[in-house]
């Protein structure tokens, strides 16, 4: 359900039916009078990452029982984690003129909501990945059932979290109501458990179906809940919605394009089970399929035009979410 990875360098990726877009050109695609501004994507980002990652070390303190919350701690405040969902979360909440204290806190709970999901995806149960954004995954640090323990403890947090201290003065009750119960939503049943499911049981054909639920449904879920906290219109949250579910399978596209092209020898067993469009099509067709990915996120972002520059930040998530043309930092 990986959304956000480790922050290192990697090699850039351009897709062929574009040409690479400079780091500080913005362009609304498909649109009749084309919208261009210098943004600094980079600076914007590392910048959240501080105030997110200073959040969360505040959110989970270490207590009694001190082990889970210890092996809590090492997931959610992993060094070098990107941020990408609770920054899209901040960045969407913006784009409707709302203010970013009053999205901090759910961006927090995305953040531990998805880094409950790795714990539980690394599992020797699920798909048995010994490591995790560069260092041993959770299980192999603190055990199977510690870890267990931790990403179930990490998802009534991330509720509570958003019941506790987002401020009711900024955010009425009514769409943090709203807000819970698309975090519910994403994660649950018909979510992200259902491509988790489909990604152990599924035969070749159920790719399209595991993508979009392990992986669309964190970037949908983030956009979505910065509208909701704004109090968007139904037709922006939809579009929202559409937008955030096309870059969240996109970036993990391109994610399985480049490690096809830097890996050279791979596990036959997970090989066999790939359900990523580049295990079952091979690259040239992932590539593809992130082209046209890369071409529907903008066009649902041609419906914010009139909120101005609020919509770059947005935009610029799709191009870095395809060409990975600038590392965030490895300080962070």
């Given at each position: 359900?990986?959304?956000?990875?480790?922050?290192?360098?990697?090699?850039?990726?351009?897709?062929?039916?574009?040409?690479p877009?400079?780091?500080?050109?913005?362009?609304?695609?498909?649109?009749?009078?084309?919208?261009?501004?210098?943004?600094?994507?980079?600076?914007?980002?590392?910048?959240?990452?501080?105030?997110?990652?200073?959040?969360?070390?505040?959110?989970?303190?270490?207590?009694?029982?001190?082990?889970?919350?210890?092996?809590?701690?090492?997931?959610?405040?992993?060094?070098?984690?990107?941020?990408?969902?609770?920054?899209?979360?901040?960045?969407?909440?913006?784009?409707?003129?709302?203010?970013?204290?009053?999205?901090?806190?759910?961006a927090?709970?995305?953040?531990?909501?998805?880094?409950?999901?790795?714990?539980?995806?690394?599992?020797?149960?699920?798909?048995?990945?010994?490591?995790?954004?560069?260092?041993?995954?959770?299980?192999?640090?603190?055990?199977?059932?510690?870890?267990?323990?931790?990403g179930?403890?990490?998802?009534?947090?991330?509720?509570?979290?958003?019941?506790?201290?987002?401020?009711?003065?900024?955010?009425?009750?009514?769409?943090?109501?709203?807000?819970?119960?698309?975090?519910?939503?994403?994660?649950?049943?018909?979510?992200?458990?259902?491509?988790?499911?489909?990604?152990?049981?599924g035969?070749?054909?159920?790719?399209?179906?595991?993508?979009?639920?392990?992986?669309?449904?964190?970037?949908?879920?983030?956009?979505?809940?910065?509208?909701?906290?704004?109090?968007?219109?139904?037709?922006?949250?939809?579009?929202?919605?559409?937008?955030?579910?096309?870059?969240?399978?996109?970036?993990?596209?391109?994610?399985?394009?480049?490690e096809?092209?830097?890996?050279?020898?791979?596990?036959?067993?997970?090989?066999?089970?790939?359900?990523?469009?580049?295990?079952?099509?091979?690259?040239?067709?992932?590539?593809?399929?992130?082209?046209?990915?890369?071409?529907?996120?903008?066009?649902?972002?041609?419906?914010?035009?009139?909120?101005?520059?609020?919509?770059?930040?947005?935009?610029s998530?799709?191009?870095?979410?395809?060409?990975?043309?600038?590392?965030?930092?490895?300080?962070?």
């Amino acid at each position: 359900m990986a959304f956000a990875t480790i922050i290192s360098p990697s090699p850039s990726l351009h897709l062929r039916r574009n040409r690479p877009i400079p780091q500080q050109r913005i362009r609304c695609s498909s649109s009749s009078s084309s919208i261009s501004t210098k943004f600094d994507l980079k600076t914007y980002w590392t910048t959240l990452i501080l105030e997110i990652n200073q959040k969360l070390d505040e959110a989970i303190q270490v207590q009694y029982p001190q082990q889970i919350y210890e092996a809590m701690r090492y997931s959610v405040l992993a060094k070098g984690a990107k941020r990408a969902p609770p920054v899209m979360c901040v960045a969407a909440c913006e784009l409707f003129g709302g203010n970013r204290l009053a999205a901090f806190p759910t961006a927090c709970a995305l953040e531990m909501v998805h880094a409950a999901s790795l714990i539980h995806d690394d599992l020797p149960c699920m798909d048995d990945d010994p490591s995790r954004r560069g260092r041993p995954s959770n299980h192999t640090v603190f055990g199977v059932d510690m870890a267990i323990l931790a990403g179930d403890a990490l998802f009534p947090l991330g509720f509570r979290h958003i019941v506790s201290h987002t401020p009711s003065n900024l955010v009425p009750e009514p769409r943090l109501l709203r807000v819970v119960t698309e975090i519910a939503r994403a994660v649950g049943s018909t979510g992200m458990a259902a491509g988790q499911f489909l990604d152990l049981e599924g035969g070749p054909n159920s790719v399209e179906f595991v993508q979009e639920k392990k992986y669309g449904e964190m970037g949908e879920c983030s956009a979505v809940c910065g509208g909701l906290l704004a109090g968007a219109a139904d037709d922006d949250i939809q579009r929202l919605r559409r937008y955030g579910r096309a870059v969240g399978v996109l970036y993990q596209v391109v994610d399985d394009v480049l490690e096809e092209r830097t890996t050279q020898d791979k596990d036959e067993k997970k090989k066999k089970n790939d359900k990523s469009y580049v295990g079952v099509y091979g690259v040239e067709k992932a590539m593809e399929v992130a082209e046209d990915l890369r071409a529907k996120a903008k066009r649902e972002l041609d419906g914010f035009e009139k909120y101005g520059e609020g919509v770059f930040p947005l935009y610029s998530f799709v191009d870095y979410a395809a060409d990975r043309g600038f590392s965030v930092g490895d300080q962070f």
